[in-house]
Structure formats: C-alpha cells, structure tokens
C-alpha cells in the first residue's frame, strides 16, 4: 500500500507503508489516520495512552467518540467540507479543542492535521496533543509572576518547581520536583539550583547563576537525580518580581521529556543505521568519516578505509533464498564488529547489499595492513551453517589510506570501490590497494563497453563471432553437441576475452542483444554443419537470466527456429541456477513454455554456488553440467571427486542427464566414464573453434 501526502509526489523507499507506520509508531504524540467516513484506520501507542482504549477498540470508533458529545453534531459537516477541499492545518490553529477518554473525562487538545493519499484513496493524518498539563503549567508560570501561587498549588501540580533566591539558591521545592530528583526539599533547600544541573550553566563572574537570562522561554535541559541518574526535562526560568518590578527570585518549572527524547532517538537511530545489521548506514559513515579525515588531518597519523564485498553473494540469494542471505550477512556483520570493539574509534559500516565498509584509526604511515585484513576475513568469513546450511564463503576488499588515496569521504569510497573490483578481477578472495593507475583501469572499462556497443551496432563488420567447443559422449566417443562461445575481436582493443566483455554487456544492458544474435547465428550455424556432416548434432546457447524476463525471448527463440530450419530439441539452453530462484513462477512459466516447444533445459556450472538437488525437482531441468573447478580436481582431491559422484548419481536419480566441463586429461576422462558420467567438453578434446573447422575436429575426436 503506497502513500502520499495531498499535492506531493508518491512516497518511494523499500515500503512505504512500513516507513509510514513506523514512523507514526515512533511520534511522540498521539498519531490517527481518518477515513473521510470517520473511521479510525491507523493509531499509534501514543493514541491508546491519550484516549485510554486499547488499539483495537480504537480502530473500531469513529472520530466523534473520541469528541465531547456538545461538539459532535457540527462534526459530520466539517468533516465533510474538510475532505472536500483538504489542506495542511498546524498545531494550535483553529479555536480550543477537546479530546474525550475512555473514562469520560475530558482534555484540552492541540491538533494538526494533515491530508495524505493511500492507494487513491484519502485520508486525514491527525497530530493529538493532550495539553492539559501544558496548560497547567503555564498558568503556574503566570501565577509565579504576580507572586501570588499558592503553596497548595505546588504541591499539587505534576509539574517540578523550585523556587530559587535570585542569586539561584534554592528556597522551596514543591513535591514533583521531590519525586523528579529523588532528593527531600529539606536537601535542597539553600543549595545552588547548579546541584541538580547535568549540564553547566552559564554564571556571573563572582559564580552565581545567570538565570536572568533564560528570559522565561521553554528549553531542553538536563537535571541530574541524588543518585546520578540523569533525566532530560522540558524547563522554563521564570523571574519572580516584587510590586515595583525588582527581581527577588526564580521559579524553576520543569517536567520529565525521557519518553520524547526516545522517540527522536529512536527516529534519529533509524535513519543512520542499516534496518537488517544495525551497523552504521552510509550516512551515519560519511558524517563519521568527515569528522575523522578533520582529526587525522591535525595529526602524523593515517586512516585506512577498506570495502568488503562478499564474493559470488548473490548465487546463495538465487540458491537458497534470502532469508538465508540476510542470515548470513547478520553473522558476518557481527562478527565484523567483534573483532573491530576493541579499537572503540573504528567503524564498520553496511553500505547496502553485501558491502561493508571498515574504518581504521591512528594507523602508522606505511604500515602493512594485509596480514592484519587476512586475519581478520579468516575469522569474519569462517564457515557458518545457517538453517542447515553450511555456508563458506570469501571477500574481496579494496583498501585506500588518507591523505594519500583521497581527501574527502567520497573520494575514499570512490576509490576503494575501484581497488574492490580490482581484487575481483585478479580472481577475487584477495585485498588491493588503490593506486592512481586504477583510474586509468576504471576508464577503459567504460571504452570497452563503448566500444561492444558499436560492435553489436555494426555486426556486419565482424568483429563478434562464434566458436563452438564439442560435446563428446562418453559411451561412444562421438561428438553429439557443440556449445556456442561468443568471441570478440575489436579493431582499437585486439582480442577481448569473454570474462571481460560479458560482464560488460550485463551492466550495460547489451546483453538481451548480445544474446540474440549469439542464439540466431548458433542456430543456422548448426543447420549447416548438418548438412555437411551428414548427422544430426546438438547446439547449446547460454542464456542470461535478463533474457528470460519476459516472453519476447520466446518469440525470439520461435523465430530463430523457423529461420534455421533445425528442430527444437536439438537446441539447448544453458542456464544458471540463480533463475531458478529469482521469480519462481516466472521460471517456471518460462522454463514450461521452454519444454512445450521440445527445447532442452541445462543447468550450468552446477556446484559452484550453493547448489540444492532439491530445487530440481520443482523445476523442468533435462541435463546438468558439472562446473570445471570440480572436474580440474579430480586426480588431486578425494573429497572434490567425491562431489562429482554425488552429482552424477543424483542427478541420474531424477533422469538427468550429466554433462562435465574442463576436461583436460586422460585422467579425468577415464575417471569420470567408470563413474557413468554422460558426456563432456574440454581441452583434452578441443577448444572453441570456427564453425568451418568444426567437421574436422569431430572426425579427429570420434574417428
């Protein structure tokens, strides 16, 4: 449900709702939302101590009973004209109001109201504040002045009032500032006011009080209890004068505002730290980073900012779900500020997402940060086991130090983002410091995908091509598949690898194109090998998940088929198990219409996320492909080989078929036959070649 305040643009956030309730939870007045029929919808806790009532009977009352029954028969048409033309109404404008509570008493009210729309419909946002004892207090006030308050009086109000000489000692005490400060008015009595001060106030030059000057008007201030304890009140300094208008004291008129500085508190809390970890959010870090880089400045000291991003992240959210995500980096967050509490100065920071910011204080120039970061990410990224679920997982982190690597919080973060990609792109699990170069790196990032985008818009000048690897099955030794692998060779950039250029078109939004063109040009590639071989064969195109959403993709997949002429189960689709999860009816719908037409569904680089063999059999999956990093390890590790085994008798279990990827010896082949894998695709039978080379590499591998 989204809202909107009349004449404002729509509320955005993660919910508006949610922000909008927590925040009318957390005013420290009493907060109701107003249908235009008089229904109460939405109240706070505020609002059941006001009337009395508890939030359900609230919600089913209508705005009149909670009006004197001598006001009610106007109400209905002002409510009315109200809705018909709503404005923003302040705080105490209009004539004297009343609340009525549960237990029929009345109390004097202030309200402010406030026109908000949800979900088109409108509604009243109404600020109730009972100020019944405001009121009181402010005609003790005026009764202090004329010198005429009665002694029953004080000792009645609820309000603290002492009475002060007008050098500020005190005189009398009335019982509430008793039971505010703990102490016995004979305690108190000629003593300073300043005993009960948590804060300073300003003096004369011989010291005595210049309560003079507080001029009568309400402040926040701080009173300290006989045991310590210290309580903010709302204060107000009142001159006592005789007749001919000589100053002969003070009244010091106070009143308890624990319960509203929590609620700012609290506000305040909510908007510098993260919702999920409780870290502090980027705000919270700039306002902590604009005053440590002022610090450090004055000193021969460095601060070191460094940017942790979790590796391959997103694969245990698309795997697994979020709620174990979310568990996870509720772990990492905790264990980040455990090892950073002894430095009280140093701050970790979520940024959002599975970025944390780490800030060290007072480190000596030149000092060798990466022992003490390795130590720290061994003890932070430990193994953990989240609803059964044992999780590993590693960090990438791009450090900078200033003054050298930046001069203000942005520049610190700009960079370390920088050094953080580049720890990804030297194979991640690693740290690298910024260095001036990485501008220049960052730059030609941006060239490059410049530079692809002119390559897709001009594909009859070559530069993109196609290689296809062979698939070999296992039983025959013939080649019975060919997996399509885009290749590009710029005319500025030489040869660009697909590591570098597919992550390119990801964050470029060329993909969907890129991936178009790869799916036709596979297709009427493989008709024609058909043809010259004389056998059919099959084509497998990876897909990205932004290819899926929605059903042009389908379209184009129709299309590409028509065109080619080959049959739809001789095409199959690669991809990762993250779409799996992303939108489940979406996939699955997608992954049905996929199966509908005949076309075959691969999982690929299975086991290099957080793999579940339970989310196949929810989804339409015909074949699995082993990730290489399990294959490559085969003649090596025991325990990799055993997941292979694991892989391939599952996976056949639910009448799979298995392929592996990244063979590279006989070793490996042999070892993966004995175990019934199905087929496999590596060096040790070919790598990517031309579609013309394809039937000479095939006669070479199955003879």
């Known amino acids: 449900m989204g809202s909107r305040t009349e004449d404002a643009a729509p509320a955005t956030g993660i919910d508006s709702e949610d922000r909008l309730r927590l925040v009318i939870e957390a005013a420290p007045s009493a907060m109701i939302v107003v249908n235009d029929r008089g229904c109460l919808v939405v109240v706070n806790s505020e609002a059941e101590r006001s009337f009395g009532y508890t939030r359900e009977e609230l919600l089913e009352l209508r705005i009149e009973d909670l009006i004197p ?3 009610r028969s106007h109400h209905d048409g002002e409510r009315d004209a109200y809705f018909a033309n709503p404005d923003r109404r302040g705080m105490g404008v209009g004539r004297e109001l009343y609340g009525l509570r549960k237990d029929g008493t009345e109390m004097r009210v202030e309200i402010g109201l406030n026109p908000i729309v949800i979900d088109g419909e409108r509604f009243v946002l109404a600020s109730v504040i009972d100020i019944t004892e405001r009121l009181r207090g402010q005609a003790a006030e005026n009764a202090a002045r004329h010198d005429v308050l009665r002694r029953s009086i004080l000792d009645t109000i609820p309000f603290s009032i002492i009475a002060t000489d007008r050098h500020g000692r005190i005189v009398t005490a009335n019982p509430a500032a008793e039971s505010l400060l703990g102490y016995q ?21 011989d010291g005595a009080l210049r309560l003079g000057d507080a001029g009568g008007d ?41 319960h509203r500085v929590e609620a700012r508190e609290r506000m305040e809390h909510m908007a510098t ?55 996870l980096l509720l772990v990492v967050a905790e264990r980040l500020q455990a090892r950073t509490r002894t430095r009280t100065d140093d701050l970790v920071a979520r940024l959002g997402g599975d970025e944390f910011v ?79 170069r990485m501008l220049e790196e960052n730059s030609d990032r941006l060239a490059l995908s410049a530079a692809l985008r002119q390559a897709l818009d001009q594909l009859d000048q070559g530069e993109l091509s196609l290689a296809y690897q062979p698939q070999v099955d296992l ?70 998940p932004r290819q899926m959403r929605g059903t042009a993709w389908l379209d184009e997949i129709a299309d590409a088929l028509e065109r080619s002429g080959i049959e739809p189960s001789q095409l199959e689709v690669e991809i990762t198990e993250g779409l799996l999860i992303d939108d489940h009816g979406d996939a699955v719908a997608m992954l049905e219409s996929l199966r509908a037409l ?24 015909d074949k699995i492909k082993i990730d290489r990093s ?31 990827e990244g063979v590279e010896t006989e070793a490996q082949e042999r070892y993966l036959r004995e175990r019934g894998c199905d087929e496999v695709q590596g060096y040790y039978y070919s790598a990517g070649v031309p579609a013309g080379a394809v039937a000479m590499v095939a006669q070479a591998i199955g003879g």
């Not at 590796?311 to 697994?320: A, G």
């Not at 710029?490 to 040869?495: F, R, Y």
């Not at 076309?599 to 996320?609: H, K």
């Not at 325990?639 to 592996?660: C, F, P, R, S």
């Open 69 to 71: 029954t001598r006001f």
């Open 185 to 205: 008015a004979d305690e108190l009595i000629d003593t300073s006011l300043s005993v009960i001060d948590g804060a300073p106030r300003q003096t004369y030059s």
């Open 218 to 258: 309400d402040i926040e201030w701080i009173y300290r209890r006989k045991e310590g304890e210290l309580i903010p009140v709302q204060e107000a300094i009142v001159p006592l004068e005789s007749e001919d208008g000589e100053t002969t004291g003070f009244l010091a008129v106070a009143y308890d505002i624990s």
């Open 273 to 327: 730290h993260d919702s999920l970890t409780n870290l502090a959010n980027r705000a919270l870090l700039i306002r902590h980073l604009d005053e440590a880089l002022e610090r450090t400045a004055r000193s021969s000291l460095e601060l070191v900012l460094v940017l942790l991003d979790l590796d391959h992240f997103k694969r245990i959210n698309d795997s697994l779900g979020h709620h174990i995500g979310d568990e």
């Open 358 to 436: 780490i800030v060290f204080h007072d480190v000596e120039p030149g000092a060798q940060m990466d022992r003490r970061l390795t130590d720290l990410m061994a003890d932070v990224l430990a193994p953990v086991v989240v609803h059964g679920y044992e999780l590993a997982v590693t960090g990438s982190l791009g450090g900078t130090r200033f003054p050298l690597d930046g001069a203000t919080p942005s520049e610190l973060l700009k960079h370390a983002d920088i050094a953080m990609y580049q720890a990804k792109a030297a194979g991640r699990n690693n740290v690298q410091w910024f260095e001036p």
């Open 475 to 544: 039983a025959s030794g013939q080649v019975v598949g060919l997996e399509a692998l885009a290749r590009w060779t710029s005319p500025t950039l030489g040869p660009v690898g697909p590591d570098r250029f597919i992550p390119v078109a990801e964050d470029g939004g060329m993909i969907t194109p890129l991936g178009g063109w790869v799916l036709r040009t596979a297709c009427a590639a493989l008709a024609a090998l058909q043809v010259q071989m004389g056998r059919s064969l099959r084509m497998a195109v990876n897909v990205s």
């Open 598 to 621: 005949g076309i075959t569904i691969v999982i690929d680089d299975f086991g290099c996320g957080y793999s579940s063999l339970a989310y196949l059999t929810k989804f339409p999956i």
């Open 630 to 660: 399990f294959v490559q390890e085969i003649a090596s590790a025991d325990h990799n080989a055993a997941i292979v085994d694991a892989i391939i008798v599952m996976a056949h279990a639910l009448g799979m078929t298995v392929v592996a």
